[in-house]
């Protein structure tokens, strides 16, 4: 009974390789999020899509690329990949009851993303 | 500009040692301010939400509170299982994207 789940959870990779991260939640929320955490454990918002359309999309390298196939799924795919793209990578999703962002959101276990 | 600063960086209590964690926040309108748990190699988990100066909020040896300025996650008789990182966010005030802060690493000991 999963809430959100993140495949893979480790991800071992070569720089200039390209590779993607799935994401799904049976929460039934209409809002899901891509969030990156540095070593330092900052947490910050990379895109958001609210059924099934791009409503945040932070200026991250345009390597990134959300794609969300319904409200239940949010995809990452990450094309020639760089030593500064190591990092954890977690999913999130939310209600979207007021227009905005102040629904609690409900993390995955994340993705631990390292480039060699 | 919106901002959420925790402190301390880094906590160490022994057992049974109450304190408390600082979340101050310069974001006007504040819209609700959430406090999660994340321990190491997991995802954050949902503590606390509150919206107004006030307000509080427990959950077993947790006590969340809110000023208008900051607000203190309360850990009274703590447990070695309290360990964890403690993070606070809050919706900025023009996108409404939540800004998290840095955290505060509580470690304690038995």
């Known amino acids: 009974d999963t809430a959100v789940s993140q495949t893979p959870k480790y991800l071992v990779t070569q720089m200039g390789n390209d590779k993607s991260i799935k994401c799904e939640q049976n929460?039934?929320?209409?809002?899901m999020y891509w969030y990156k955490q540095d070593s330092k454990k900052f947490l910050k918002i990379m895109f958001s899509?609210?059924?099934?359309?791009?409503?945040i999309n932070e200026t991250v390298p345009n390597r990134f690329s959300p794609k969300s196939p319904d409200k239940a799924h949010l995809n990452l795919h990450i094309n020639s990949l760089e030593l500064g793209d190591s990092a954890v990578y977690f999913c999130a999703s939310s209600l979207w009851t007021s227009g905005d962002f102040t629904d609690t959101q409900y993390f995955g276990p994340g993705t631990r993303l390292t480039v060699l | 500009e919106d901002q959420v600063t925790q402190s301390p960086e880094a906590l160490r209590l022994q057992e049974g040692e109450s304190s408390s964690l600082n979340c101050s926040y310069t974001?006007?309108?504040?819209?609700?301010l959430f406090w999660y748990r994340q321990d190491p190699g997991k995802g954050p988990e949902f503590l606390f939400t509150l919206y107004s100066a006030g307000e509080e909020k427990e959950k077993e040896r947790l006590k969340a509170t809110l000023t208008k300025k900051e607000s203190f996650l309360h850990i009274t008789a703590p447990k070695p299982e309290d360990s964890a990182t403690y993070l606070c966010?809050?919706?900025?005030?023009?996108?409404?994207?939540?800004?998290f802060g840095q955290g505060t690493t509580l470690q304690v000991k038995p």
């Open positions: 966010a809050a919706p900025g005030s023009n996108t409404g994207k939540l800004i």
């Open positions: 899509y609210n059924n099934k359309e791009l409503i």
């Open positions: 974001v006007s309108g504040l819209r609700g």
């Open positions: 929460l039934g929320h209409d809002t």
